[in-house]
C-alpha cells in the first residue's frame, strides 16, 4: 500500500499545491491501478474476495475471464477504493507536511541538487535509522553531479605540472 501511496503523491501534490492537474500522473495512475488489480484480483490480498487467484497465466486466455460479472464488479470496485484511500492517505500527509514541502522547494529553488545533509537540514532526521551499509553512500555530503571548483582544479592541474616539470628539467 505504501508504493501505491507513494506513486499518487505526485498527483496529490499537484492537486494541492500547484490546483491543476496535468497528464503528468497518468503512468503513475496506470501503476498503482495494475498494483491494486493484481492485490485485489491475482494474490488473493482481499478480505471481500477471499484468497482466490483469478490470475491469467496462459496468454491464449486474455480474452477469458475466470470469474462472472458480479466478481468482475466487485474486482474493480476494491481496486478503486484501495486507490482512492491510498490518495486520500497521501493527500491527508501530504497537507499535514506542507510546511515542509514549501520549505523543500525553497531550497530546491535556491540549489538544483540536494544531498542528504540538505534535506535533514530542511526536513529533519529520518523517523527509521539509515542501515549501516547505506549509510556511507547516502550521508557522503557531497553532490557528485557538481562540477570540480575551480580552485579543486587547479590544484590539481599545477601539482601534475610540478612534478612533470621537476622530472623534464632535471636532464633525465
Known amino acids: 500500500l505504501d508504493k501505491i501511496a507513494v506513486a499518487l503523491g505526485g498527483r496529490a501534490a499537484e492537486e494541492l499545491f500547484v490546483e491543476k492537474i496535468t497528464t503528468g500522473a497518468s503512468d503513475d495512475l496506470d501503476k498503482v491501478t495494475k498494483m491494486a488489480y493484481s ?5 488473493g490480498m482481499n ?11 496462459n496468454s491464449s486466455q486474455q480474452f477469458y475471464k475466470p470469474y462472472s460479472e458480479e ?12 486507490v482512492e484511500e491510498q490518495y486520500s492517505r497521501v ?3 501530504l497537507a499535514e507536511q506542507k510546511e515542509k514541502l514549501e520549505n523543500l522547494a525553497e531550497r530546491l529553488a535556491e540549489k538544483e541538487t540536494l544531498v542528504y545533509h540538505d534535506l535533514v537540514e530542511v526536513l529533519g532526521e529520518r523517523p527509521h535509522p539509515i542501515k549501516a551499509e547505506v549509510s556511507k553512500f547516502v550521508t557522503a555530503g557531497t553532490n557528485p553531479f557538481s562540477m570540480p571548483s575551480e580552485a579543486a582544479f587547479s590544484a590539481e592541474t599545477d601539482g601534475s605540472d610540478e612534478s612533470d616539470r621537476s622530472t623534464s628539467g632535471s636532464g633525465h
Open 91 to 93: 493527500k491527508a500527509l
Open 39 to 43: 492485490m485485489v484480483a491475482v494474490y
Open 47 to 57: 478480505s471481500e474476495l477471499g484468497l482466490v487467484s483469478y490470475g491469467q497465466n
Open 71 to 82: 466478481t468482475g464488479r466487485k474486482i474493480d470496485e476494491q481496486t478503486k477504493g484501495i
